[in-house]
Nanobody
Framework: QVQLVESGGGSVQAGGSLRLSCAAS????????MGWFRQAPGKEREGVAV??????AYADSVKGRFTISNDNAKKTLYLQMDSLKPEDTGMYYC??????????????????????WGQGTQVTVSS
């Protein structure tokens, strides 16, 4: 019933910027926890940023460089990525929880508690 579609990925040089979008359809609530996750080859999926009813939270590795936001009118989640580094390279996924409230305490571990996932969009940052 809930569908998430990511867009905005691509290739960029280190220090550049990208803006990812996640268009949501279906019964998604404005207070639901939504987030961005990424996975690089040979690595486990990790949480990048989440946003719910209150202030957003970020992984330590992206804090100060990435900004997560949403537009309720457009039902779209965004991830503004600035000062990109090669280690930011990976497949980025948009995810959402079915219920409202706080985001899972362990969201940084990979998002096992998230119910809906997009198809992913590739981000490649070159040196």
């Amino acid at each position: 019933q809930v569908q998430l579609v990511e867009s905005g990925g691509g290739s960029v040089q280190a220090g550049g910027s990208l803006r990812l979008s996640c268009a949501a359809s279906g019964s998604i609530y404005e207070t639901a926890c939504m987030g961005w996750f990424r996975q690089a080859p040979g690595k486990e999926r990790e949480g990048v940023a989440v946003i719910g009813r209150y202030m957003p939270a970020y992984a330590d590795s992206v804090k100060g460089r990435f900004t997560i936001s949403n537009d309720n009118a457009k039902k779209t989640l965004y991830l503004q990525m600035d000062s990109l580094k090669p280690e930011d390279t990976g497949m980025y996924y948009c995810a959402a929880r079915h219920s409202t409230g706080l985001c899972p305490w362990n969201w940084r571990a990979g998002g096992a508690d998230f119910d809906f996932w997009g198809q992913g969009t590739q981000v490649t940052v070159s040196s």
